[in-house]
């Protein structure tokens, strides 16, 4: 039990209603779960107002309230505090709650469009290879030291970053690194976080259905690095054309990495092939099991964020030549009969065009392209003809297919893609709706030593169809066709 007056440290009151001297059992934010003595704190989402749920709260046993307005009926014997935003008091509440475990570490938050994950998740390989206890905060999963948990966001909610950052605490866990999307900064989820660095990847078309406008997405990744403290680094792409804004009021101290631009820590490709890279990093050789100029780029990112946390610069490099690529991110197989499968999870116009060029740089061009992508449902529909439009431009083969549709028709979806598809490439580009059969038609349609690539939904093992989620997983179904093929 812990009492509300201490869970309440550093949250913005305007006007408290009864005592805060009570001991609280936990703390609530979804009314279902909400259990005797507990206090529920009512967020406004985008689905349903936690305000609505208050007295349902109370009924549950509710000991105290949360709220941005106070309801008109008040119950006699429960404590109402009223702040000016209940995200940002989730947030400091949580931290309270569990001992404010973010300040026991050094936590690393890395945000942008694309290689989130992959910095991320390199980044825990990597320290754990130099024999650190990691912790991991990821889309494809969640990492306690060796205890793995599934993961449901790419930013887990307030109360769930702090349990399991206490989780890491307890653990002996001394570094964690932290996927920081733009819903979690808009949401105020890493509020009260202590960051030791803040890691800048790249921005480009995403999340429009969320945020307004590009420059309301950019602004909101930039107040993640306004937050930092002067304690912390802010490592930024500085090739990227936001890069700079990134650190343009930052207090933390300011790096940059780049491969065509003078940086702290600056690369160059020497040798690019289907099974690595050969890199200068900082006048130094290093051979990476990573592919592409992207992986190039979030290869100086994880050496940067190794480098300023204190790790010998050499000793980064040779650690770095030994990580293996994150499940989904640029994954592939090659069939008995000769033909190379990739499953990427580039679900963003960049991200599908850095992959296919990637794909089209290492090719000699004697092998067909097939490209099978799709477009998630109740998500940004602008960047649908421009997915469709890449991908028939970029690929001597293109079918547009079902991502997750979730409660779009997606036969609907696949109109919006196919409006960008030009003329000249109609003839190259087929529309199967069924996922499976879109990818079992490209390997049909390949031949030994072609390429297929996967799009969209990566590390995913699920296709959610009308709020349902049934199994999928794009690896497991290429590989099962190609045997079948094979045999």
């Given at each position: 039990?812990?009492v509300?007056?201490d869970?309440?440290?550093?949250?913005?009151i305007?006007?408290?209603?009864?005592?805060?001297d009570?001991?609280?059992?936990?703390?609530?934010?979804?009314?279902r779960?909400?259990?005797?003595n507990d206090?529920?704190?009512?967020?406004?989402?985008?689905l349903?107002n936690?305000?609505?749920?208050?007295?349902k709260?109370?009924?549950?046993?509710?000991?105290a309230?949360?709220?941005?307005?106070?309801?008109?009926?008040?119950?006699?014997?429960?404590t109402?505090?009223?702040?000016?935003?209940?995200?940002?008091?989730?947030?400091?509440?949580?931290?309270?709650?569990?001992?404010?475990?973010?300040?026991?570490l050094?936590?690393?938050g890395?945000?942008?469009?694309?290689?989130?994950?992959?910095?991320?998740?390199?980044?825990?390989?990597?320290?754990q290879?130099?024999?650190?206890?990691?912790?991991?905060l990821?889309t494809v999963?969640i990492?306690?030291?060796e205890?793995e948990?599934?993961?449901?966001h790419?930013?887990?909610?307030?109360?769930?970053?702090n349990?399991?950052?206490?989780?890491?605490?307890?653990?002996?866990?001394?570094?964690?690194f932290?996927?920081?999307?733009?819903?979690?900064?808009h949401?105020?989820?890493?509020?009260?976080?202590?960051?030791?660095?803040?890691?800048?990847t790249?921005?480009?078309?995403?999340?429009?259905?969320y945020?307004?406008?590009f420059?309301?997405?950019?602004?909101?990744?930039?107040?993640f690095?306004?937050s930092?403290?002067?304690?912390?680094?802010?490592?930024?792409?500085i090739d990227d054309?936001?890069?700079?804004?990134?650190?343009?009021?930052?207090?933390?101290?300011?790096?940059t990495?780049?491969?065509?631009?003078y940086?702290?820590?600056?690369?160059?490709?020497?040798?690019?092939?289907?099974?690595?890279l050969?890199?200068?990093?900082?006048?130094?050789?290093?051979?990476?099991?990573?592919?592409?100029?992207?992986?190039?780029?979030?290869?100086?990112?994880?050496?940067?964020?190794?480098?300023?946390?204190?790790?010998?610069?050499l000793?980064t490099?040779?650690?770095?030549?030994?990580?293996?690529s994150?499940?989904?991110?640029?994954?592939?197989?090659?069939?008995e009969?000769?033909?190379?499968?990739?499953?990427?999870?580039?679900?963003?116009?960049?991200?599908?065009?850095?992959?296919?060029?990637?794909i089209?740089?290492?090719?000699?061009?004697?092998?067909?392209?097939?490209t099978?992508?799709?477009?998630?449902?109740?998500?940004?529909?602008?960047?649908?003809p421009?997915?469709?439009?890449?991908?028939?431009?970029l690929?001597?083969?293109?079918?547009?297919?079902?991502?997750n549709p979730r409660?779009?028709?997606?036969?609907?979806?696949?109109d919006?893609?196919?409006?960008?598809?030009?003329?000249?490439?109609?003839?190259?580009?087929?529309?199967?709706?069924?996922?499976k059969?879109?990818?079992?038609?490209?390997?049909?349609?390949?031949e030994?030593k072609d390429?297929i690539?996967?799009?969209?939904?990566?590390?995913?093992?699920?296709?959610?169809?009308?709020g349902?989620?049934?199994?999928?997983?794009?690896?497991?179904?290429?590989?099962?066709?190609?045997?079948?093929?094979n045999?």
């Amino acid at each position: 039990m812990k009492v509300l007056k201490d869970i309440l440290y550093k949250t913005a009151i305007e006007s408290v209603k009864g005592s805060t001297d009570i001991a609280i059992h936990k703390i609530e934010f979804d009314s279902r779960k909400v259990e005797a003595n507990d206090v529920f704190v009512a967020i406004r989402g985008s689905l349903s107002n936690g305000h609505d749920y208050i007295e349902k709260a109370i009924q549950l046993g509710a000991k105290a309230i949360v709220c941005d307005t106070l309801p008109v009926n008040i119950v006699n014997g429960v404590t109402y505090i009223q702040v000016k935003d209940t995200n940002t008091a989730l947030a400091f509440m949580a931290a309270n709650y569990f001992g404010d475990p973010s300040a026991k570490l050094k936590l690393v938050g890395v945000t942008g469009t694309n290689g989130k994950t992959t910095i991320a998740s390199l980044l825990f390989q990597l320290f754990q290879k130099a024999d650190f206890k990691v912790g991991l905060l990821s889309t494809v999963k969640i990492v306690v030291d060796e205890t793995e948990y599934p993961a449901t966001h790419t930013t887990p909610d307030s109360l769930s970053i702090n349990h399991y950052l206490n989780e890491m605490v307890e653990a002996g866990v001394t570094h964690c690194f932290m996927e920081v999307s733009s819903h979690g900064i808009h949401q105020k989820r890493t509020e009260a976080l202590h960051f030791t660095g803040g890691v800048f990847t790249n921005l480009s078309h995403d999340h429009l259905d969320y945020h307004a406008t590009f420059a309301e997405y950019r602004d909101v990744k930039k107040s993640f690095f306004d937050s930092l403290p002067k304690t912390a680094f802010a490592l930024s792409n500085i090739d990227d054309k936001n890069g700079t804004v990134m650190l343009q009021n930052t207090t933390a101290k300011k790096l940059t990495y780049a491969l065509k631009s003078y940086a702290d820590y600056r690369a160059q490709i020497l040798e690019s092939q289907l099974s690595g890279l050969l890199l200068k990093v900082n006048d130094n050789e290093v051979w990476v099991k990573l592919i592409g100029t992207f992986n190039a780029y979030n290869v100086l990112a994880i050496y940067g964020t190794a480098v300023e946390l204190g790790l010998d610069g050499l000793e980064t490099l040779r650690l770095l030549s030994d990580l293996e690529s994150v499940s989904g991110r640029f994954q592939y197989i090659v069939s008995e009969g000769g033909i190379t499968a990739v499953v990427d999870y580039a679900h963003t116009p960049d991200a599908l065009e850095n992959v296919l060029k990637t794909i089209n740089d290492i090719r000699t061009k004697n092998e067909q392209l097939i490209t099978v992508v799709g477009c998630g449902g109740n998500r940004d529909k602008t960047k649908r003809p421009i997915m469709a439009k890449i991908a028939s431009d970029l690929s001597d083969k293109a079918i547009l297919t079902s991502d997750n549709p979730r409660n779009e028709d997606p036969e609907a979806i696949l109109d919006e893609m196919e409006q960008g598809v030009e003329p000249q490439n109609y003839k190259k580009m087929l529309r199967i709706t069924d996922r499976k059969q879109a990818i079992k038609t490209a390997c049909q349609l390949a031949e030994a030593k072609d390429i297929i690539l996967i799009a969209g939904k990566g590390h995913e093992t699920y296709q959610e169809i009308n709020g349902v989620r049934h199994h999928f997983d794009d690896m497991e179904t290429v590989k099962e066709i190609l045997e079948k093929l094979n045999k």
